[in-house]
């Protein structure tokens, strides 16, 4: 639903759109597990004409078998280290962000993005399936007028503790 509200407003807000696609390793470091895992999406973009631009992402992150979750530091008592049996965990996300383009540089190699939404975890290894609010904060690098790399930190809030993953994305906009 967020995707569509965005999906109005965004042609509304500038005349021309990019449509983009991404993917990267994830990884993953909360309820004192840690994992490796896959993050694909599909961004829709307004082209900027000053240093703010809106962006709107729909992503699947998951951490598969074979990699599936690892446990923490084994030490004193011993605990078993290695790969776990437990599900693995997949997020499906829907974000409006910000980017922010230093607006004297013509060429704009370096970016800022960061953006509020809805995560969904699909399957959990420790609680289950769950909607919930969420953040993501990182920085962009174009390498050329289509492909882009970009490191952002996401950020799911639950009543517990904060459930965070690191996606590391090389993507492409048409």
Known sequence: MLFCAAALILPAAAPAQRVGFLVGPDFQGTDGTKALGVHLGATLSARPRTGLSARVDVTYTTHPAPFGFVEGVCGPPIEPCGYDSRP????????????????????????????LGLYGVTRSPVDGSYLRPGWNLGFGWRVSDMAFVEVRCHGIIRPAELRAFLPIVFGVRF
């Open 88 to 115: 693995p965990l997949t997020v499906i996300s829907t974000t409006i962000n910000a980017v922010y383009f230093d607006p004297k540089d013509t060429r704009r190699w370096g970016y800022w993005i960061a953006g």
